[in-house]
């Protein structure tokens, strides 16, 4: 695919913008965001299998003197690191007599339970039995048969993202009262980030989507071939990440949900071509009004092949946080965007 004008990478990874647009100046998306190409794309996700693996959180948080913990569509859950430095996961409830295990210390690879002293080291034990877990580099996995209710599958299916050892990658989790279609149905929806996130997208132009003119002839959506495992559907986006005044960083961005509660952007054309955002959702359970929460799990795993991305994989200490940040900006706001749609759809208000 010849990548256009606006998302060809130049000698430099920052661009001025010539004629920059002031926000209410801008092209309006509403009548190309239909409603049923997002409700559509979101169906298609949902009847994608998951193998009833749920994203519990970054590989980095597993380790030290205490358990990760996340509680799954009510369930609770605890990942921890053996003695040998394997993950071990598993019920979040002590069996002797319901102790929070989240709270109990990780002494030489074994979770001891801080009422009684109950010793786990990850093999089944008075009643506590083991979860399948994995670990993919960046993010930890548990699979939940019986709250998936899939076919279950020997590991989750995880996007293609460059090698951690190449890249730069930061997790940023929050919580929303909202349920996971909603997060999924936000990230299918591209047509509202130069709208609602000024700071950060400008000069947006979705130049291919489902059931619309602008994707190949096979229904795929440009600058995706179907090599990396994502569905043959997507969207794909011109964008410039805004930088500080008219500096911005152009890119070509596809967005694919490749499981029911995924989605990903890959930057396929630009500056950081192979770097992956990926998006996802796994419900924790109703809060104490009886409304869903889910967690948002997003990974950035950023990769440049420019002779300077040596300096900032070894920055990446530095780099993590300010990743989380911005990260946490866009989801202040998209989050509120999936509890709107949640609160419209459980009230009946929700058009459509």
């Known amino acids: 695919m010849k990548p256009e004008p606006s998302a060809r990478r130049g000698r430099y990874p920052l661009r001025l913008r010539r004629r920059p647009v002031p926000w209410d100046r801008q092209r309006p998306s509403w009548r190309e965001a239909r409603p049923a190409v997002i409700t559509a794309a979101l169906k298609r996700a949902q009847a994608r299998p998951s193998g009833n693996w749920y994203v ?9 003197g205490r358990p990760l913990s996340r509680t799954v569509a009510g369930r609770e859950v605890v990942v921890w690191r053996n003695a040998e430095g394997g993950l071990v996961a ?6 002797h007599l319901g102790a929070p295990l989240a709270d109990s210390p990780v002494r030489c690879g074994t979770l001891v339970c801080h009422w009684h002293g109950l010793a786990l080291n990850g093999a089944p034990f008075a ?3 083991p979860l399948p877990v994995h670990d993919d580099g960046v993010l930890v996995w548990v699979r939940l048969d019986d709250v998936g209710g899939e076919e279950p599958t020997p590991a989750p299916l995880v996007p293609a993202r460059p090698a951690v050892s190449e ?4 997790v940023y989790v929050g919580v929303g009262v909202c349920e996971p279609e909603d997060v999924v149905a936000n990230r299918l929806d591209p047509w509202h980030g130069a709208w609602f996130h000024p700071y950060s997208f ?8 489902p059931g619309r003119a602008g994707t190949d002839g096979d229904g795929r959506a440009p600058g995706t071939d179907g090599d990396d495992g994502a569905p043959d559907d997507g969207f794909a986006v011109d964008v410039s990440f805004k930088v500080a005044g008219r500096l911005v960083v152009p890119v070509r961005a596809v967005f694919t949900a490749p499981e029911p509660r995924t989605v990903v952007m ?8 192979g770097s992956v955002v990926e998006t996802h959702a796994t419900p ?3 809060d104490e009004l009886g ?3 889910t967690a948002v799990v997003e990974a950035v795993v950023a990769a440049s092949d420019r002779l300077g991305f040596a300096v900032a994989r070894r920055a990446a200490p530095l780099l993590r946080p300010l990743m989380r940040a911005a990260a946490g900006r866009l989801w202040r706001d998209d989050l509120a965007y999936a509890e709107r749609r949640w609160a419209l759809r459980s009230t009946g208000r929700f058009p459509g």
């Open 167 to 170: 890249a730069v990658s930061a």
């Open 266 to 273: 890959h930057i396929t054309e630009g500056e950081g071509r």
């Open 284 to 286: 924790l359970g109703p």
């Open 127 to 129: 009643g506590w039995e």
């Open 202 to 209: 400008v000069d947006l132009t979705v130049v291919g989507a």
């Open 56 to 64: 519990v959180g970054a590989t980095r948080d597993v380790g030290g």
């Open 90 to 95: 598993g019920p979040g409830v002590c069996p």
């Open 291 to 293: 409304r869903p929460r």
